[in-house]
């Protein structure tokens, strides 16, 4: 409003000058704003919380405290998902970079740069660390939701040592050190440099695009998309990834450009909600449900490392999609040729993933939620593919989850498994794919009943009864039909670091592998979301083909029995079923 641009006015006036690396900097007095609490996900607020005065420029400012004399003579990556204020906030964020003393900041064409591609830029230019200007899938736009995350060095997002540490700083911040230095036009490719202060406009896509080209194999990928017999279509949501499918699918590869849906980048993604899910992605959805059809689907979130993979007619569940690219990573993809160092899987995510690395003699980690659970094994050269349900695939060719990369990784395989298919002949589909896995496996049902904005208290009471029932159970008790075989709040140890995450998840284990898990989302904005995640494995082939819902409907009884979901929520049915 007017009262803080005449604040604004004032702070200007009264800002002592410094000088940084031949920069005149600017010392701006500022005051803390409450409840800039940072996650391993960054800052995630309103947009309009951010377009407050000194609201971003406040938590950077903040972040550079944190990390201290350690940023001085660095260069630092930027980019964002595209979203409202996100070429506005890059202004803000490189005058404080070289106000700071960084001495380059790198930043995509337009403030563009998904969140695996910042990550392969930083390990690709060896960058100090970056900023993604991002709120994932969540909304854009003046009335939803805009972000800040940091990632550090080797590409991964900022451990929470330093997350703490930032949140500390945003607690005591008392002057913004703003560089003296007009706006940098975002919209060309080239270097801007103040005195010893340079700024890089960088294709977005580039050092991703390079990195993917030495995981797969662009030749086979390129003939496989010749073929007339198979099409596929990829749906941007109105995100990041449009830019980078039109590059990778469409020039490196040679799909047709009509292959890829929404791909132009909007402010606000066009008034959609940019999370590849059967409920999000309902113009996908309905495309491939089509009587004519694409052979393959896939869509990606607003910042590009979600994704979700469709076949005619058919959903890969994002736990059994892990388990497959990992059972064919090293006959179908080049960078994972020497096999695979090991896997992992978090906690809630369907043990399709166990029963390969069994098979491939691989190491095998269940980690808590959360993909930063990953980065150490990774770093300690133990893991080389790993997955969440919640649409969250990748690899250690970066230290993010990885759309584009599911996306590849099922196009390579799809292209091995046709390789000796004449044109115009029989072609292996994804479902094709899908049921070999099965028949070779057995099958691990998988579903995911999400309650939505639940009253907090009623989501703590209902899980404070689950832990009081656990406390309570003994190998051997009866849930129905189902035998317990352990309950417990999953705990894990690091096993590179040692450090301790607890309270991870409530979960049941019957003796004949079924879980039933119990989590309250760590990533919802208002009120509690209750997950409930419920698996049940066969191996009878009689059974592979039902229908997820209906083979689970016994154990789903159960687990709505035994947490009283509804008597504690009132809710009769979940807001949304994966
Ligand atoms: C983010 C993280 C994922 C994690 C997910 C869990 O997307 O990047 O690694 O799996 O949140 O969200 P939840 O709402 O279940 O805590
Ligand atoms: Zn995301």
């Not at 410094?18 to 409840?35: D, R």
């Not at 201290?68 to 979203?83: H, I």
Request: glycine share 10%.
């Amino acid at each position: 409003g007017v009262g803080s641009s005449r604040r604004g006015k004032a702070a200007k006036a009264s800002a002592a000058m410094a000088t940084v690396a031949g920069l005149n900097v600017k010392q701006v007095p500022t005051k803390p704003y409450e409840g800039q609490k940072t996650g391993t996900s960054g800052l995630r607020k309103k947009t309009k919380d951010f377009m407050q005065e000194n609201y971003l420029a406040n938590w950077i400012q903040s972040l550079f405290n944190a990390l201290g004399d350690e940023v001085k003579g660095q260069s630092l990556g930027l980019g964002g998902d595209g979203r409202y204020f996100g070429k506005e906030a890059a202004q803000i964020i490189i005058k404080l970079a070289a106000g700071n003393g960084f001495k380059k900041v790198v930043v995509g064409q337009d403030a563009l740069m998904a969140t695996p591609a910042a990550s392969a830029m930083i390990r690709r230019r060896k960058l100090y660390g970056g900023l993604i200007m991002s709120a994932s899938h969540n909304p854009g736009g003046p009335d939803n939701d805009f972000g800040i995350k940091f990632n550090y060095s080797g590409g991964e997002p900022a451990p929470e040592r330093i997350t703490d540490k930032i949140f500390g700083e945003t607690t005591k911040v008392a002057t913004l050190n703003m560089a003296d230095i007009p706006d940098i036009d975002l919209s060309k490719v080239g270097v801007t440099k103040f005195g010893d202060f340079e700024v890089e406009v960088v294709d977005p896509v580039a050092d991703y695009l390079a990195t993917l080209s030495e995981v797969f194999d662009f030749g086979l990928l390129r003939s496989f998309l010749a073929r007339k017999d198979f099409s596929l279509v990829f749906d941007a949501m109105h995100a990041v990834t449009g830019p980078y499918a039109k590059r990778i699918l469409v020039e490196e590869l040679g799909a047709p450009a009509s292959c890829v849906k929404d791909g132009v980048p909007s402010p606000d993604f066009n008034g959609g909600h940019p999370d590849p899910n059967l409920t999000y992605a309902e113009e996908l959805v309905k495309i491939m449900w089509a009587e004519q059809a694409p052979a393959f689907g896939a869509a990606s979130d607003g910042d590009g490392d979600r994704n979700m993979i469709l076949g005619h007619k058919f959903f890969v569940n994002p736990s059994d999609s892990v388990a497959i690219i990992a059972a064919n990573a090293q006959a179908c993809i080049p960078y994972f040729k020497g096999g695979l160092k090991g896997v992992a899987r978090s906690m809630p995510t369907s043990g399709a993933l166990d029963r390969v690395a069994a098979d491939l003699q691989v190491p095998f980690f269940e980690t808590p939620t959360g993909w930063k659970f990953f980065g150490n094994l990774m770093d300690a050269g133990k893991c080389s593919v790993c997955g969440e349900e919640s649409f969250g695939t990748g690899g250690d060719h970066i230290r993010e989850k990885d759309g584009i990369f599911a996306v590849l990784s099922w196009l390579s395989i799809l292209a091995f498994a046709n390789k000796d298919v004449p044109e115009g002949g029989r072609l292996t589909t994804v479902q094709d794919v899908a049921i070999a896995h099965w028949k070779k496996y057995g099958r691990n049902f998988f579903s995911r009943y999400d309650y939505e904005e639940c009253a907090d208290a009623d989501a703590n009471k209902m899980m404070d009864h689950l832990r009081a029932i656990i406390a309570a159970a003994k190998p051997g008790d009866k849930f129905g039909d189902f035998v317990l075989a352990t309950a417990d709040d999953f705990e894990y140890t690091d096993p590179i670091d040692g450090s301790k995450a607890s309270k991870q998840g409530l979960r049941f284990i019957f003796t004949d592998g079924s879980r039933i898990i119990f989590r309250l989302s760590g990533t919802g904005s208002s009120g509690s979301t209750i997950r409930l995640y419920i698996e049940q494995y066969t191996a009878d082939p009689s059974k592979l083909m039902l229908d997820a819902q209906e083979a689970l409907a016994p154990i789903v009884k159960v687990a709505l029995e035994v947490s009283k979901l509804q008597e504690f929520t009132s809710r009769t049915s979940p807001t949304v079923i994966t």
